[in-house]
């Protein structure tokens, strides 16, 4: 087991170039935002910009757009109904998050279906909370290795299809390997699985404890990985970045929202780059 500490994740951190541009930081495309979890995906697009990513857009349902527009116009916006476009700004995509706020139904089992086939081995693909519930439903063929996967503890039990008790460091190792993913498993002690290495946290708190919590890191790890040299450096950054935010917060706070922390990355991440 190893620990990560900011020693681990300081040097992940790259400075902006001076001769640098938006290309220089990736290309997020975000899928989710239905009608009834529009937050959800709006949550993981504001962090995702705010983690520096060049360019973000979110494919979402239609009355979910214009929210997030209006929110955040440095977001581009898609209609998630519309297919050919959305597998259009897949292949455009460096990174593509899928599942905040997509819901279950039919249209969404179609899109993460077309998703799952279409993507490349070049492109990162993070699949989150609804993804996460179709994957384990649907198991389809993903032709890429660059795969993060962030479940909870409940989204966790579908995937595994075992019961929690049953678990330890070395069958969660197998099942990483079985799922050919980085694995985040969230709960209050957050463990990432790679490559036969299980690594802790000793950051993160019960102000973390509310809804878009998970949306807002999926969001930060789908951002930084436009930027640092791995999908394994993004998600080691990411967890941590988020919850040690979330520390520093909840200093003076009895529950710390996702957007609080959205608003503290940049201040974060320039301390860091800077070191
Ligand atoms: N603002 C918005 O728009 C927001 C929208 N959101 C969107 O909502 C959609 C549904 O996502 P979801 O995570 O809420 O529901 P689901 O996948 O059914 O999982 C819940 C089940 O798992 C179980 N469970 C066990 N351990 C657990 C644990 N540690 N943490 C959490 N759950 C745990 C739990 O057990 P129980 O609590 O009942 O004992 C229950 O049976 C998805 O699209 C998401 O993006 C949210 O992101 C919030 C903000
Ligand atoms: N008690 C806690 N201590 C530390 N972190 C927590 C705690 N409760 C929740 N979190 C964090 O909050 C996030 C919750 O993710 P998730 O359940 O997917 O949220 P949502 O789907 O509502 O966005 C995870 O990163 C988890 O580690
Ligand atoms: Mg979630």
Redesign the pocket.
Known sequence: MTTISLDNIQPLIPERLSNSYKGSYGQILII???E????????AAEACVKSGAGLTTAAVAQNVRSSLRSRLPECMTLDFTDLPEVLYAVKKADTVLI?????LDNHAKKVFEKVCHVIQPHQTLIL???A??LYSLMEPQINTKKRIMTP????W??LAKKSLKAETEETLLADQKRLETILVI??SRTRVYFDNTAYRYTVGNPAQAT??M??CLAGIIAGLSGQLASPLDATLAGVFIHSAIADDLAKKRYVVLPTEIINTLPFYLKSLSLN
């Open positions: 989710g935002g239905s009834r979890y529009g937050g959800a995906a709006m949550i599942g905040p706020g997509l819901g989150d909370a609804d996460l519930t909870h503890l409940g989204e039990r579908r969230k709960s809804g878009g998970g949306d």
